[in-house]
Structures are given as structure tokens and as C-alpha cells.
């Protein structure tokens, strides 16, 4: 169970219940890469929590860590960790 290995819950996808954004600030952040998305930036001036439902609508697939977006006056990135795999066990 990856929150037992790495000591903190998987990072969400879209099939999981919510994905949360949090407000970094009025500063674009230094490192990262944009997510350019109007109705998202829309949005997330409203709120900052979608059902995966609401977020395929967006049509970005699944944030990482690294993504950010200006909403207004302010950037936002997803509140949790996004884990993206390097590899693939598979039996030999």
C-alpha cells in the first residue's frame, strides 16, 4: 500500500473522489510548468475542490505537482502530491 511505503495517502486521480487546489500566493511561482486553462482559472476563483467528474470537463487529465494557474490575482497548485510512475512491475 503506497501511503504505508512513502507515509502519506496517493496522490489523486481523476477516478478518485475530489481534487483540491490550494492558493500559493500572488506570486507566479519560480518553478513548475503553467497550466493554461480559462475555464479552469474560472473556476477555481470560485473554488478549489472538483468531483472527477467536473474535472475531466476541463479536459487537462491529471495535475501534477508541478502545475500551476493563475486564477485572478492568485496562482493555485493541487493540494496533494501527484506520483507518476518510472517504471512498471510485471511478472516475469
Known sequence: MLHN???F???PTVGSNLLKWVNV???????GRELK???LAHELQ?????SPQEWQEFGVGVPGSENFVKASASYLRPATLILTP???LSKP
Open 86 to 88: 518510472i517504471f512498471t
Open 37 to 39: 486553462n480559462l475555464k
Open 9 to 11: 495517502d496517493p496522490a
Open 5 to 7: 511505503l512513502f507515509g
Open 46 to 50: 470560485r473554488k478549489t475542490t472538483f
Open 25 to 31: 500566493g500572488p506570486d507566479k511561482p519560480r518553478q
